[in-house]
């Protein structure tokens, strides 16, 4: 079955969505049939990266969380030259009622871990790729929980770095076989070979990438995939770097 990637970052605002879009284009790009699930149910944003000015008006995650359908009737497949066939996206709800039942009844986590492997299996996936809610909370916990590998995506930022050490401390304790980090929107000047160690000396797990501040993604607005874009750009070539590492040592549970 195929391996379960969570993408996640303790603050907003770190490019953690962008990032999960793009390697997972990128494992498509690779030959691999990957699923990518969009677990922030209380700002989903997910689809934006792929083209997708809103998300679909049939099933979504909130459906199958509900048991009003079967997760791969929620999984859709997203087309288009620039990334090809094999890739299937699980986007969560943009409709404020959907919105605000989660964040008034919540729902129940097992069923999400269970929608996991049923994908994976439904679909026969390589590698499925989980965008977390950003923070701690029962369904990041989960996430983390069955994840063959963590990459916690962080800024040089004095917050960031605090949460950081927590969410890397509760991974650890989780026992998730594989934990990274990627150090992203690092500013011009920064010197990424001593960030790099500085970083992996703080918390005792590799860093796969120091990815600078890119005004050209920036000014993408996050309406399509930066990867596609910009193909040979040195910023995609270093996402690429990480996709192939995600892809060539995680475990496969």
């Known amino acids: 079955m195929g391996t379960t990637i969570s993408i996640h970052s303790y603050r907003g605002g770190t490019g953690k969505t962008n990032l999960t ?5 990128l494992a498509v790009q690779a030959g691999r049939r990957v699923g990518v699930v969009d677990t922030d149910i209380q700002s989903p944003g997910l689809h934006v990266p792929f083209g997708w000015s809103s998300t679909p008006a049939g099933p979504t995650l909130n459906d199958y969380l509900w048991g009003k359908c079967a997760i791969e009737e929620a999984a859709y497949p ?3 030259a620039e990334v090809g066939p094999g890739l299937f996206l699980v986007p969560g709800s ?6 605000t039942k989660v964040l008034r009844e919540g729902f129940d986590v097992g069923r999400l871990n269970d929608g996991f492997r049923r994908l994976k299996s439904a ?6 790729f989980i965008d977390t809610h950003p923070g701690l909370n029962p369904e990041t916990l989960l996430s983390v929980a069955i994840s063959d590998c963590v990459v ?3 800024r040089p930022d004095q917050q960031d770095y605090q949460g950081t050490s927590v969410t890397i401390d509760v991974a650890r304790r989780l026992e998730v076989p594989e934990l990274a980090i990627v150090v992203n929107k690092v500013p011009d000047g920064t010197d990424p070979a001593a960030l790099k160690r500085d970083v ?7 860093v796969l990438a120091v990815l600078p501040h890119s005004d050209a993604l920036m000014r993408l607005s996050s309406a399509e995939l930066f990867s596609a874009r910009y193909p040979d750009d040195p910023l995609t070539g270093e996402l690429r770097a990480v ?10 549970s």
Do not use: K, W
């Not at 679909?123 to 499925?128: E, I, P, V």
């Open 21 to 25: 879009a793009n390697l997972a284009a």
């Open 78 to 80: 997203v087309a288009g």
């Open 94 to 99: 943009l409709n404020t009622g959907a919105i």
């Open 123 to 128: 679909l026969a996936l390589d590698a499925l």
């Open 152 to 154: 916690v995506v962080l």
């Open 200 to 206: 992996e000396a703080a918390y005792g797990c590799p």
């Open 243 to 252: 996709a192939r590492h995600l892809l060539g040592t995680t475990v496969t």
